[in-house]
């Protein structure tokens, strides 16, 4: 068994899309970043390189014009096969993702869908949590959404 950590963040700013576990949020302002921006699965993606031993996501998807405004999605699908590639497969993976707004929920079974299709798992392998910033920090100035998982990995059989 191995076990990953991940956590990431991103500004919340005008005039981008708001994209959170694949999945188009409708928002009047969206997360800047490279790719898609897309925290939860940014901070799956570190925790499923981090149970392998494999650096970060930095490392893998530079902040090249090769990986710009990639779908996280396709990163993780990626992330995913390094993995089965070491002879690992997931057992579970618990994210939480931090937003003051918007309200999160109706998109939580939506974003389940979305990350256990990219990593070719059944969806009850996969628990996405959101919670408010209480009018604390960034996240809960509203400037930010910020996001954290944590995986197991176990040796697959035919490894
Ligand atoms: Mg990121």
């Known amino acids: 068994m191995r076990v990953g950590i ?3 963040i991103h500004p919340l700013v005008e005039g981008r899309p708001l994209v959170l576990g694949g999945v188009r949020i409708e928002y009047e302002k969206g997360l800047l970043g490279h790719s898609d921006a897309d925290a939860l699965v940014h901070a799956l993606c570190d925790a499923m390189l981090g149970a392998i031993g494999l ?3 930095g490392e893998h998807f530079p ?3 090769r990986f710009k405004g990639i779908s996280s999605l396709e990163i993780l699908e990626h992330v995913a096969d390094l993995v089965a590639g070491r002879g690992y497969r997931l057992v579970n993976a618990d994210c939480i993702v931090h937003a003051e707004r918007p309200l999160l929920a109706p ?3 939506r974003m389940i869908e979305e990350l256990a299709g ?3 798992v059944r969806q009850d392998m996969i628990s ?3 919670t408010k910033g209480e009018g604390l920090g960034p996240v809960g100035e509203g400037r930010a959404i910020a996001a954290r998982a944590v995986v197991l990995l176990e040796r697959s059989m035919d490894a």
Do not use: H, P, Q, S
């Open 128 to 130: 996405v949590k959101a």
């Open 55 to 57: 650096g970060d996501l």
């Open 118 to 120: 990219a990593l070719r």
């Open 63 to 65: 902040e090249t014009d």
């Open 6 to 8: 991940g956590y990431d």
């Open 107 to 109: 998109y939580r079974r």
